[in-house]
């Protein structure tokens, strides 16, 4: 191992990362360690969501590790790196923007270079990373160009009809968007009465949770999760393909901010030509855990044709929905000032009953302040949640889940009454990672119990108490009042995303406890993933290559 690979576990970079990093840097056959240490941040950036890394803002980046990075002489010699790389086979150059990954010639060692540098210089991918944007682009590219020429506009005062209209006219994707409360599910299930029982519809989101919430105030149609609607079988790929795609006239995707870009490429794949897309999600809420921030990017680069005054490419396609039909104000004003990121409009939006703002206290002491906020909510799933950014460490959810409950029970064992949640999927039994139930019966004969059935505590594919949960793991639920943790030190994580998140899962009351420090850093620091999608789809049309 070398030097440099050995500093940046000590420094505590994934030892996946560094050993990623270093293969790559042996494949270069390179004495340079400054290489080393852009490989490694090339992984970092992939391994955070980025589809690609951009070498014009490099600095700012990379100053997060710190000063043992040699920053200033891997700035000082990167033009020379990206040459010796492109020399040795591990880059290779697109000679147009738009160009395709797979235009690349293969090096000396019979392959295509595992890393792309796109034709301007300055974006670098992971070849799979531009092999799964190419693929994205071109199947979105194909159902933006279906259909009749777009409407001047889209009616937001009506957006099933506008919906009903667009596909009508025989578009392919379709978008409704809008944040909590603006009436997207009501859209849709008044497009699907628009469309009558004749339209094969079919109904899913990304998680179990979100599904079964979709299917709830949709009656009639079942909702599925995207790995169970396409078939999808870890390491087997997806039934539902081009040679077998889905039997559906139309397809709606709910909490597709949450769709990454893998799943979503499968998901365009196993669609027929002829079938209708409409995602429908808040383009504020935190992007998919993977790879990319589809929703923001798409929707991102429909505003820029518009701001542009071109018609782009899902002009006429999007429904943005602004006007709020809930009536707590605090929480939606809340939401607003995170969208902002305006501290003072935060502040103000506190009214110490629908919003307060607790400062941080020690992991044992919050952790008796939710027993008690549990107590005074028995038996119910969907009146009460506990939300953390963080999985590990004190603040964690395992930490904070025992805390827990050794207030309410004196252990940490199951017990009547205790929240779980299930951690791996098993289809024989409909039971998918993140559903949540309730335990019930005696000590010896636990059951658990979900919203639509029961099963034997013993029989569950794998379960952890579910007191608090990650926001991520949250994301697609909807409770009466939530508790959100922003702890100190948990800087990277903390994002108006994030907070936007946790808030919005809250119907009634949030109480956010988090020293006022920490908050307004958390409103200053905003996910930016970096891609060309929104560019793409900021232009006219599509370019041949495509």
């Not at 100053?63 to 290779?92: C, Q, R, T």
């Not at 777009?150 to 379709?174: C, E, F, V, W």
């Not at 969907?382 to 953390?388: E, G, N, R």
Request: aromatic share 4%; with cysteine; charged share 20%.
């Amino acid at each position: 191992m070398i030097p440099a690979a050995r500093q940046a576990l000590s420094m505590g970079f994934s030892p996946f990362r560094v050993h990623l990093a270093s293969s790559l840097y042996q494949y270069a056959e390179s004495l340079n360690e400054e290489l080393f240490w852009l490989l490694l941040h090339v992984a970092e950036q992939a391994g955070n969501g980025h589809l690609c890394t951009k070498l014009d803002t490099i600095a700012e980046d990379m100053a997060v590790y710190g000063d043992e990075i040699p920053l200033i002489k891997l700035l000082a010699y990167l033009n020379d790196l990206l040459s010796h790389g492109i020399k040795a086979g591990l880059i290779g150059r697109l000679e147009a923007e738009d160009a395709p990954a797979d235009s690349l010639p293969f090096n000396s060692q019979g392959m295509r270079p595992p890393l792309v540098l796109g034709a301007d210089g300055g974006h670098l991918y992971f070849l799979r990373r531009r092999r799964e944007e190419d693929n994205f682009l071109a199947m979105l590219c194909a159902r933006a160009h279906s259909g009749s020429p777009p409407p001047s506009s889209t009616d937001t005062a009506n957006p099933a009809q506008a919906l009903a209209a667009m596909y009508h006219s025989g578009r392919k994707i379709m978008l409704l968007t809008g944040g909590p409360g603006t009436g997207k599910t009501t859209a849709i299930a008044k497009l699907i009465q628009q469309l009558g029982p004749d339209c094969r519809i079919k109904l899913a989101a990304p998680t179990g949770r979100a599904a079964s919430r979709l299917a709830e105030n949709i009656p009639g149609l079942q909702g599925h999760t995207l790995h169970r609607l396409l078939g999808i079988v870890p390491g087997r790929g997806a039934r539902h393909n081009p040679h077998n795609p889905l039997e559906a006239d139309l397809v709606i995707v709910d909490e597709a901010s949450m769709v990454d870009l893998p799943l979503m490429n499968t998901l365009l794949r196993g669609l027929a030509p002829r079938t209708a897309l409409l995602l429908s999600g808040d383009p504020d809420q935190l992007p998919s855990v993977e790879a990319g921030a589809l929703l923001g990017d798409i929707l991102a680069g429909a505003q820029l044709a518009a701001e542009k005054g071109i018609t782009g490419l899902l002009s006429g396609a999007v429904i943005q929905l602004g006007k709020v039909y809930r009536s707590n104000t605090a929480v939606l004003k809340a939401a607003a000032a995170v969208r902002s990121g305006s501290m003072e409009h935060f502040m103000a939006a506190i009214d110490g009953e629908a919003l307060t703002l607790t400062p941080m206290s020690r992991p044992e002491q919050l952790a008796a302040r939710l027993a008690a906020a549990y107590r005074r909510r028995p038996g119910s799933l969907d009146a009460f949640s506990a939300l953390t950014p963080l999985r590990r460490g004190p603040w964690g959810v395992p930490a904070m889940n025992d805390h827990i409950s050794r207030f309410m029970n004196k252990s940490t064992l199951p017990f009547p009454g205790m929240p779980i949640a299930v951690t791996h999927n098993d289809a024989s039994r409909s039971l998918w990672n993140g559903d949540r139930a309730i335990l019930r019966g005696e000590n010896s004969r636990l059951r658990a119990a979900f919203p639509n059935r029961e099963h034997p505590l013993a029989v569950l594919p794998g379960w952890e108490p579910a007191w608090i949960q990650t926001i991520h793991r949250g994301q697609g639920s909807e409770f009466d009042a939530v508790a959100v943790i922003l702890p100190e030190g948990a800087d990277r994580l903390l994002t108006r995303e994030i907070l936007y998140t946790a808030i919005t899962r809250a119907k009634h009351k949030v109480e956010i406890f988090a020293d006022e420090t920490t908050l307004a850093a958390t409103l200053n620091n905003k996910v930016v993933r970096n891609s060309r999608i929104r560019g793409v789809l900021a232009r006219p049309a599509c370019t041949s290559s495509l």
